[in-house]
């Protein structure tokens, strides 16, 4: 069975950064696109960046320039780098891989909180 684990995330001020991580059970992640997702307190699950197999990237309009998407084909993981951010950027960040078939593989998430 297939499992996608996120990490990463944390407690940052305004303006701080940090690195989520997104990794796999099997070696899947350099195959198939790979999405995160995030969704905060009452609001609904929204993209925020994709990198597909051939690693080219595409990007919520809200999150350009501030989040860059990336791979590491070798180490089986996906990282979402996120800079610069804001207390609407405060949500449980989720990865999710396109599979084969139409058959959708996501993980438990990881929390980002921003606050001073």
């Known amino acids: 069975q297939v499992q996608l684990v996120e990490s990463g995330g944390g407690l940052v001020q305004p303006g701080g950064s940090l690195r989520l991580s997104c990794t796999a059970s099997?070696?899947?992640?350099?195959?198939?696109?790979v999405n995160w997702y995030r969704q905060a307190p009452g609001k609904q699950r929204e993209l925020v960046a994709t990198?597909?197999?051939?690693?080219?990237?595409d990007y919520a309009d809200f999150v350009k320039g501030r989040f860059t998407i990336s791979r590491d084909n070798a180490k089986n993981m996906v990282y979402l780098q996120v800079d610069s951010l804001n207390d609407e950027d405060a949500a449980v960040y989720y990865c999710?891989?396109?599979?084969?078939?139409?058959?959708?593989?996501w993980g438990q998430g990881t929390q980002v909180t921003v606050s001073s």
């Open positions: 990198i597909d197999s051939g690693s080219n990237t």
């Open positions: 099997v070696n899947l992640l350099s195959l198939y696109a």
């Open positions: 999710k891989v396109d599979g084969e078939g139409g058959k959708d593989y």
